[in-house]
C-alpha cells in the first residue's frame, strides 16, 4: 500500500510560479515511478509530468515542456513538480500518483496507476 499527500497548490498569476510537493508513504519501493497529472472542469484527467525514483527517467507533457520540472527527493520519498510561467489554461486539480506495478515504457495513463493523492488545486489568473 501507498499513501500520497500533496501540498502547495494555491492561486496565483498568469506568469507566476508554484512549486507542488508529493510525500509518499508506504511500499514505495514497488512504486518505482511517480506520475503528475491534472484534472481541470470538464475535462479528463491528464498525464502532467513523471518521474523515477530510481534512475534519471523524467517525462513530460508537450503544453509542459520548458515550463514544468519535476525532481525527486528520495530521502525524504517526495517528488516535487516546479511549476514556472503558469498560464491560465493551467487550472486544475493536480494529482500525483503512483503505479503499483514495474511498466518498462513510462506509465502516462491514468489506468496505469493504482495509488493517488486527495489533489491540490491549482488556480492562475489572467
Known amino acids: 500500500q501507498v499513501q500520497l499527500v500533496e501540498s502547495g497548490g494555491g492561486l496565483v498569476q498568469a506568469g507566476g510560479s508554484l512549486r507542488l510537493s508529493c510525500a509518499a508513504s508506504?511500499?514505495?519501493?514497488?512504486?518505482?515511478?511517480m506520475g503528475w497529472f491534472r484534472q481541470a472542469p470538464g475535462k479528463e484527467r491528464e498525464f502532467v509530468a513523471g518521474?523515477?525514483?530510481?534512475?534519471?527517467?523524467?517525462y513530460y507533457a508537450d503544453s509542459v515542456k520548458g515550463r514544468f520540472t519535476i525532481s525527486r527527493d528520495n530521502a525524504k520519498n517526495t517528488v516535487h513538480l516546479q511549476m514556472n510561467s503558469l498560464k491560465p489554461e493551467d487550472t486544475a486539480v493536480y494529482y500525483c500518483?503512483?503505479?503499483?506495478?514495474?511498466?518498462?515504457?513510462?506509465?502516462?495513463?491514468?489506468?496505469?496507476?493504482?495509488?493517488w493523492g486527495q489533489g491540490t488545486q491549482v488556480t492562475v489568473s489572467s
Open positions: 518521474i523515477r525514483w530510481s534512475g534519471y527517467s523524467i
Open positions: 500518483a503512483a503505479p503499483s506495478q514495474w511498466h518498462a515504457v513510462f506509465p502516462t495513463y491514468t489506468y496505469q496507476y493504482t495509488y
Open positions: 508506504g511500499r514505495t519501493v514497488t512504486s518505482s515511478a
